[in-house]
């Protein structure tokens, strides 16, 4: 699968997991706190690349404003599978968007 692919396949399991998030009648405080906060780095690296290849050529300094810092990107595949596997039991349609997810960031590199 391109890269095209990937990112729009992110992109609507994104969208999925904000239709999670606006049921939050459904998760606990720490699980709905933690699916927010891995939504809002996914949401960071779909805008990095959105810009990425909006503009071509950047320059160094200004791609490394636009993504999300290395160590970030590097942790957030394994922070989705941790948190696929704590929704496993309970929510496993949660964890299965987040695992799918985690498939996706590392087919894209991330």
């Not at 009648?25 to 706190?33: K, N």
């Not at 990095?48 to 160094?60: D, P, R």
């Amino acid at each position: 699968m391109d890269k095209t692919k990937l990112n729009e396949e992110l992109v609507a399991i994104h969208e999925e997991l904000g239709q999670v998030l606006r049921q939050p009648e459904i998760l606990d405080g720490p699980m709905l706190q933690s699916l927010r906060l891995v939504a809002e780095d996914i949401e960071r690296v779909l805008n990095a690349q959105k810009k990425n290849s909006e503009s071509g050529a950047i320059h160094e300094s200004t791609k490394a404003e636009a993504s999300p810092s290395e160590p970030a990107k590097e942790e957030l595949p394994r922070t989705l599978e941790a948190l696929a596997e704590q929704f496993s039991v309970d929510h496993p349609e949660t964890a299965a968007l987040l695992s799918r997810m985690g498939y996706l960031l590392s087919n894209l590199g991330i």
